[in-house]
């Protein structure tokens, strides 16, 4: 439930702000932003999850950044791209975010994680790479060649984003992935809530 709300939020925010993202990167905002925290609770997502960590850096525009940061490097050599290239592009780079974010909890370092990510984003790469050598008439390992570094870092900083915004602002309670599972299974109870006893009738 709290995931499909959460959806339902990040989509338009996303589609809001690529809209307001075509001169380049924006300034990330604050890593603790009091206001980002609240809207992400306000959905009851807490400290310690991953959805957290995703609802605080899709309000850093973090995805959007990544994306706009390749965008500009290929535009400025090849000029503007068309609509098969930006479509592409885009699915690559929420696939290499959301798969390196994915990862905040594993305990991999950066470098493999961002590595991982790279490689489980084969296909969008794949659909990448053929809308560039249909676009420019260029081989495909072109494109590889002059993103690989580029996406690796963005990889390697959206996991380090991650694991300091899912802790939360300073004094955050934190919950765990199992208590979330337990909370999310089928059948499960909410707590019971707790009924202060009757006094004895004297």
């Not at 592409?88 to 975010?97: I, T, V």
Request: glycine letters at 6%.
């Amino acid at each position: 439930m709290r995931m499909m709300a959460f959806a339902a939020i990040l989509i338009p925010l996303t589609s809001g702000l690529s809209g307001c993202m075509t001169g380049g990167v924006e300034e990330a905002m604050d890593v603790e932003a009091p206001v980002d925290d609240a809207h992400c609770q306000s959905l009851l997502i807490r400290p310690g999850e991953l959805v957290y960590a995703q609802c605080r850096l899709a309000m850093r525009k973090t995805y959007l950044n990544d994306y706009n940061a390749r965008k500009t490097v290929i535009q400025r050599q090849y000029g503007p791209v068309n609509e098969a290239v930006d479509t592409a592009l885009r699915g690559d780079a929420f696939c290499n975010y959301d798969e390196s974010v994915k990862q905040v909890t594993s305990g991999l370092s950066d470098d493999v994680v961002a590595q991982n990510a790279y490689q489980t984003c084969a296909n969008t790469r794949q659909e990448l790479d053929a809308a560039f050598a249909a676009w420019t008439g260029q081989p495909a390992e072109v494109l590889a060649e002059l993103e690989r570094p580029m996406v690796l870092d963005q990889n390697r900083a959206a996991v380090a984003e991650a694991r300091v915004v899912i802790k939360g602002p300073p004094g955050s309670v934190l919950v765990t992935e199992s208590e979330v599972a337990v909370q999310n299974a089928p059948g499960a109870m909410p707590p019971a809530e707790i009924v202060p006893q009757a006094p004895i009738a004297q």
